[in-house]
């Protein structure tokens, strides 16, 4: 079992730029691939970004890619999603999610069995 906790979101605005956190107890952290995701009110979640084990691989949301990072420090139990120029659209609750089972960083909300409570991040035009 693993317990995700998520910080840094707030009210921004338009072309800022945020940086969230996921830190993990539990579980080694080291040995989750992990991934963000987003649901905007109304709409369904939606994947972000994701990173594997060691941090040397990410995968991006293709309309995200160019103003976003995932990165990860092990030795801190700490996930990161920076992201830059924010718009209005990228209003949503974020939640960190963790992976187990597999080495990669994927895609699919399906692969991963934990979750936190998320973070709400609002952009004001």
């Known amino acids: 079992q693993v317990q995700l906790i998520e910080s840094g979101g707030g009210l921004v605005r338009a072309g800022d730029s945020l940086r969230l956190s996921c830190v993990a107890s539990?579980?080694?952290?080291?040995?989750?691939?992990m991934g963000w995701f987003r649901q905007a009110r109304g709409k369904e979640r939606e994947f972000v970004g994701s990173i594997d084990r060691s941090g040397g691989s990410t995968y991006y949301k293709e309309s995200l890619k160019g103003r976003t990072a995932i990165s990860r420090d092990n030795a801190k139990n700490t996930l990161y999603l920076q992201m830059n120029n924010l718009k209005p659209e990228d209003t949503a609750v974020y939640y960190c999610?963790?992976?187990?089972?597999?080495?990669?960083?994927?895609?699919?909300?399906?692969?991963?069995?934990?979750w936190g409570q998320g973070t709400q991040v609002t952009v004001s035009s």
């Open positions: 539990g579980r080694t952290f080291s040995t989750y691939s």
């Open positions: 999610a963790a992976d187990p089972n597999h080495g990669f960083a994927g895609s699919s909300a399906t692969i991963y069995d934990y």
